[in-house]
C-alpha cells in the first residue's frame, strides 16, 4: 500500500460491504484481474476490501466485477449485502414458465427445504430453547433458510408465470 495507515470505525451495514467486497475480489481471482475488471489500481481494489478503510466500490465497478463472479458461491456478493442492509432477502427468480410435472417437484422441494430448516431451528432451540450464533454457524441456519425461502421464490416465480401469461 502507499503506507496510509487507516483506522476508520465503519458502521455494521458498512462492514458487511467490506465482507461481501473482499469475497467477490476471492471469486474473481483477486484483486490483479479485479482491477482489470473495474478498471482500477491493484491498491484501489484493495482498499475497498480493508475493513479499516472507508473506499468502497461504486455501483458500475461492483457490478462488473459480479458479473465476472457470476455463479461463484454467496454471488452476488456486494447486491447481496446491500440488500441486507436495507432488510431484504436477495433470491434468484425462475429463468421460464413451469413445465410439465414441475409442480409437483417444486411443491415437493418447498415441503422438504422449509421441514430442513424448521428442524434445524428446533435442533438449536432443543438443549436451551434459545437459538445462539453458535447454533446458527454450526447448524448452519442462515443457509437452510436460505434454501427454504429460494424454493418458495421458485415457487412463486411459477405462479407469476402463469398469471402473466407465460404458461
Not at 465503519?10 to 482491477?35: I, N, Y
Not at 466485477?65 to 427468480?93: D, I, M, Y
Request: charged share 25%.
Amino acid at each position: 500500500m502507499s503506507g496510509r495507515v487507516y483506522d476508520a470505525q465503519l458502521p455494521v451495514e458498512q462492514f458487511r460491504l467490506k465482507v461481501a467486497s473482499k469475497a467477490l475480489v476471492k471469486a474473481v481471482h483477486g484483486t490483479e484481474t479485479a482491477g482489470e475488471i473495474a478498471g482500477m489500481r491493484q491498491q484501489r481494489v484493495s482498499e475497498c476490501t480493508l475493513p479499516n478503510c472507508p473506499t468502497f466500490f461504486t455501483i458500475d465497478q461492483a457490478q462488473a466485477l459480479e458479473e465476472a463472479a457470476k455463479g461463484s458461491p454467496g454471488w452476488p456478493h456486494v447486491t447481496r449485502a446491500l440488500a441486507r442492509n436495507h432488510g431484504f432477502a436477495l433470491l434468484p427468480l425462475p429463468e421460464s414458465a413451469p413445465g410439465s410435472g414441475e409442480w409437483h417437484r417444486t411443491i415437493s422441494e418447498v415441503s422438504r427445504e422449509a421441514g430442513d430448516a424448521v428442524g434445524k431451528v428446533c435442533e438449536a432451540l432443543a438443549d436451551d430453547g434459545e437459538v445462539t450464533s453458535s447454533d446458527v454457524k454450526q447448524l448452519d441456519l442462515l443457509n437452510e433458510i436460505d434454501e427454504a425461502i429460494a424454493a418458495l421464490a421458485k415457487l412463486r416465480g411459477m405462479v407469476v408465470s402463469v398469471s402473466e401469461g407465460r404458461d
